[in-house]
């Protein structure tokens, strides 16, 4: 077998891309999985002319739960099984998974007939907030706080563009290939979460106000100028919760948001933490939130006059901007090392999400063309977003001093929540949100889900209004598990 090396899209792809033609047997050799010279990928993408358009497809073609899920506007891509799953921890989690991953890449058979960001080889991701969990030593040594995993069959869409990528290990016989991997995965029917009850999490709704009141003393004291405080609600399923079901009623709901699943943590986020596409760089920065007030059961994201008020009082509001220009600040300085030139417009727009409003700032930038005179590989998607992580969206300002504060008042074990989840390619591009308006499907127990929302604390917060917002950031997955 001839190895020829990557072509195509400028970025130095890392992974080797092989040449056989698509009718001959796939190689083996007699090498273990997990051998110490580390796995061999052998991965497949074809065009396919079978996947329907629509909100709701890629979701649609989920065999099982096991759902991995990045997808917004109906594009984006739908995994399952899973061929490698690396697990990381602490503050190494996101070092770790990056050099991990480009082990991989360096070995990896690809022959990707699609060329476009999402084919060929991928991998999901799921970071936590905090280097550290409080509960984590004590309930769950093992908890892993970082999870890379790359699925057995993707299925993707880009437009007009839909692929099917199969994933099989060199050595691995017992595990089936080509067609008889899709038909391994044979389609259960996705079933609903049944009566939900929902309980109070960490701290309960009526303490969560204090909370923040401490927050607001805490800055008015001048300890800090921004801090984000977060709270938990429990849901306890009459029946195990299918992700599939609240990733298909969050992707036709919330259809400007991406809709992520990623092993049990699963939602629809606004906020884009990093997209790294052929050398540009984006972030879609969100701080600064209105209610939307409306009646019936279904989120709707037509506005009315009242919105467009609500809109206007947003954009005008000096607390909300405050709030926001933190946030873009913290973006723009964690970027700026990485990038040649960078656009950061100087006034936020609104964006329009059925159950809020949010100022809304997308900040772009062209990546230093490092590889040509260094010879060393760009950042890959992922360690951006590791480089961004915490901005003052999720965190607040100054970062030290928040998380400090985060973890001496919240009171909650953030997990997952607030921490980069997403995708990264063979070619180090990708695309990784901030896991907001989500849930975290109990691995011990799948009739329990936790479900997460914050706000930024300012000086001139109000908790009761902080308390209602943070209701308004529960209702995407309180939708999704239709208790509303
Ligand atoms: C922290 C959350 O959202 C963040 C906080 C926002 C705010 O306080 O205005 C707005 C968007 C997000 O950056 C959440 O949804 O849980």
Redesign the pocket.
């Known amino acids: 077998m001839t190895v020829s090396p990557a072509g195509g899209a400028p970025g130095a792809p890392t992974a080797a891309y092989e040449s056989w033609p698509a009718q001959e047997p796939l190689p083996s050799d007699d090498a273990p999985r997990g051998a110490p010279d580390g796995p061999q990928l052998v991965v497949r993408t074809v065009a396919i002319d079978d996947l329907p358009e629509g909100r709701t497809a890629l979701v649609d073609r989920l065999p099982d739960g096991n759902a991995l899920t990045w997808v917004r506007h109906g594009d984006g891509l739908a995994g399952w099984g899973e061929a490698l799953r690396f697990e990381t921890f602490g503050p190494g989690r996101f070092a770790d998974a990056d050099d991990k991953w480009r082990q991989v890449l360096d070995k990896a058979l690809v022959h990707d007939d699609v060329r476009l960001p999402g084919s060929g080889l991928v991998a999901f991701g799921s970071f936590a907030f905090d280097d550290v969990s409080p509960g984590d030593e004590e309930e769950d040594p093992a908890r892993a706080s970082g999870v890379l995993i790359v699925p057995r069959v993707v299925v993707g869409r880009r437009g007009e563009h839909a692929w099917l990528t199969t994933v099989s290990l060199v050595g691995d016989r017992s595990a089936p290939v080509g067609e008889d991997l899709l038909s391994a995965y044979p389609h259960r029917p996705v079933t609903g979460p049944g009566r939900v009850v929902l309980a109070d999490g960490a701290v309960g709704a009526a303490d969560w106000p204090g909370v923040v009141a401490e927050g607001i003393a805490r800055i008015q004291a001048g300890e800090l100028e921004k801090v984000?405080l977060?709270r938990d609600v429990v849901a306890s399923t009459e029946h195990p919760v299918d992700a599939r079901h609240l990733l298909g009623r969050l992707a036709a709901a919330y259809d400007a948001c991406w809709t992520f699943s990623v092993d049990g943590m699963v939602g629809a986020t606004p906020?884009l933490l990093v997209r790294s596409e052929k050398g540009l760089v984006a972030s879609r920065v969100?701080?600064?939130?209105i209610r939307r007030e409306h009646g019936g059961d279904t989120p709707d994201a037509q506005g009315d006059d009242a919105d467009l008020l609500r809109a206007a009082q947003l954009a005008r509001s000096s607390k909300d901007l405050e709030?926001h220009e933190f946030?873009v600040r913290s973006v723009a300085a964690a970027l700026e090392p990485f990038c040649s030139s960078m656009n950061v417009p100087e006034a936020p727009f609104v964006l329009h999400l059925p159950n809020v409003m949010?100022l809304a700032t997308d900040v772009t930038g062209v990546l230093t063309d490092q590889g040509a005179t260094s010879g060393r590989r760009p950042p890959s998607s992922l360690s951006l977003a590791a480089a961004l992580h915490p901005s003052a969206?999720?965190c607040g300002t100054p970062t030290q001093a928040a998380r400090g504060l985060i973890r001496e008042i919240e009171g909650l074990d953030r997990a997952r929540y607030?921490g980069p989840v997403g995708w990264v390619g063979a070619d180090g591009d990708g695309e990784w949100g901030i896991a907001?308006?989500s849930a975290e499907i109990s691995a011990k127990n799948p009739r329990h889900i936790r479900l997460?929302?914050?706000?930024?604390i300012v000086a001139a917060s109000d908790p009761a209004a902080e308390l209602a917002e943070s209701e308004a950031?529960l209702e995407p997955m309180r939708y999704a598990l239709a208790t509303r």
């Open positions: 984000v977060a906020e969100l701080a600064g939130t709030e946030a949010h969206a999720v607030a907001l308006r997460f929302a914050g706000c930024g950031k």
